[in-house]
């Protein structure tokens, strides 16, 4: 089972994104990576241990 679904609130745990809202936009089901919109703009793969639910 997944641990997170599109559109999602999520913020990584680490790296130059941690303190920034990010929503879950696809799943690559190949390696399990998501992959997170921060704004407009930017975009980044995270696996499911590298993310946390945006609280």
Known sequence: ???????DGVR???GPMTHQ???VAF???D???YLVRFGGAQQMYFRADE???WA
């Open 1 to 7: 089972m997944d641990e997170y679904a599109i559109g």
């Open 12 to 14: 990584a745990k680490d």
């Open 21 to 23: 809202y990010g929503t």
């Open 27 to 29: 799943l690559r089901e």
């Open 31 to 33: 390696d399990g990576t």
């Open 51 to 53: 993310l946390e639910p």
